[in-house]
T-cell receptor
Framework: GAGVSQSPRYKVAKRGQDVALRCDPI?????LFWYQQALGQGPEFLTY????????KSGLPSDRFFAERPEGSVSTLKIQRTQQEDSAVYLC????????????FGPGTRLTVL | KQEVTQIPAALSVPEGENLVLNCSFT??????LQWFRQDPGKGLTSLLL?????REQTSGRLNASLDKSSGRSTLYIAASQPGDSATYLC??????????FGQGTTLQVKP
């Protein structure tokens, strides 16, 4: 079956531009997570959805970051007025239920802000 | 605040060796412990998940253990192969499923 997909795979933005990153989780997966991975580091948690409800957004670095999952499936991570420090790989993961279980990761979107 | 540390940061071994990767965490209230593999430029592939009530999990040549009291997990790789070369990440989850990752161990297995 299809895994988690993300688009675009690569995004180059000029500083100050807005970007939108898409995540298609595994069909039927209730939980969806976004992580940010800087070069040479482990991923860091950004935000978490259970169906359409955003239950934890404590990891979002600033109010320029916004995530949504309006119908409980596809999610979009939006970054407004991008800055160079936003350059990173953005990873999306989904898991089947509400209880913690194995998370399945997408290939990530590599964002470069010039 | 949960912190996860992985030692060593990098490891190079000849093919065929057995090896152990270490992961330590500060908060014993960890829910699950998951080991991942990441190839360059790729996403994360789940290797093993140890639930809070378990002590170890095995899959093929991989064995992971969890000791919550000491705040440690190990990933044992038997008979290493060049195809095992990758970065290995451990992550502890809270009761919401949010993962806290270590910085990874980059493994190189030389033919």
């Amino acid at each position: 079956g299809a895994g988690v997909s993300q688009s675009p795979r690569y995004k180059v933005a000029k500083r100050g531009q807005d970007v939108a990153l898409r995540c298609d989780p595994i069909s039927g997966h209730v939980s969806l997570f976004w992580y940010q991975q800087a070069l040479g580091q482990g991923p860091e948690f950004l935000t978490y959805f259970q169906n359409e409800a955003q239950l934890d957004k404590s990891g979002l670095p600033s109010d320029r970051f916004f995530a949504e999952r309006p119908e409980g499936s596809v999610s979009t991570l939006k970054i407004q007025r991008t800055q160079q420090e936003d350059s990173a790989v953005y990873l999306c993961a989904s898991s089947l239920g509400r209880e913690p279980s194995s998370q399945y990761f997408g290939p990530g979107t590599r964002l470069t802000v010039l | 605040k949960q912190e996860v540390t992985q030692i060593p940061a990098a490891l190079s071994v000849p093919e065929g060796e057995n090896l152990v990767l270490n992961c330590s965490f500060t908060d014993s209230a960890i829910y699950n412990l998951q080991w991942f593999r990441q190839d360059p430029g790729k996403g994360l592939t789940s290797l093993l998940l140890i639930q809070s009530s378990q002590r170890e999990q095995t899959s093929g040549r991989l064995n992971a253990s969890l000791d919550k009291s000491s705040g440690r997990s190990t990933l044992y790789i038997a008979a290493s192969q060049p195809g095992d070369s990758a970065t290995y990440l451990c992550a502890g989850s809270s009761n919401t499923g949010k993962l806290i990752f270590g910085q990874g161990t980059t493994l190189q297995v030389k033919p």
